[in-house]
């Protein structure tokens, strides 16, 4: 039960020929846009900012590429670990 749940979602996750495995896709590279759009819109990326110069809407867009880069990080780095003891 568990190896063919792992199974499923390494395909989902790791391949694009399903329909759910494209829609991650999708949502991975738009992430990745929409962070590279939030690069490009800061005022001064290599300075520290002053309170208040970044608009909070950026701190928010900040917050969730973040935490979707690092799901997507442990959903991956999880499967292909347990799919290699699997084997």
Known sequence: MELALLQ???????DSD??????????????MLLSIAGL???PHP???????EIPSW???LER???LVF???YALTSG?????VRAD
Request: proline share 2%; hydrophobic share 50%; aromatic share 6%.
């Open 70 to 72: 690092m799901a997507d």
């Open 58 to 60: 950026m701190h928010t």
């Open 8 to 14: 499923r979602l390494r395909r989902v996750a790791l």
């Open 79 to 83: 499967l292909r670990a347990k799919l």
């Open 40 to 42: 490009l819109d800061e």
């Open 18 to 31: 399903t329909r759910l495995g494209r829609v991650y896709n999708l949502v991975i590279f738009g992430t």
């Open 64 to 66: 969730f590429c973040l």
């Open 46 to 52: 290599m300075c520290v900012a002053m309170p208040g």
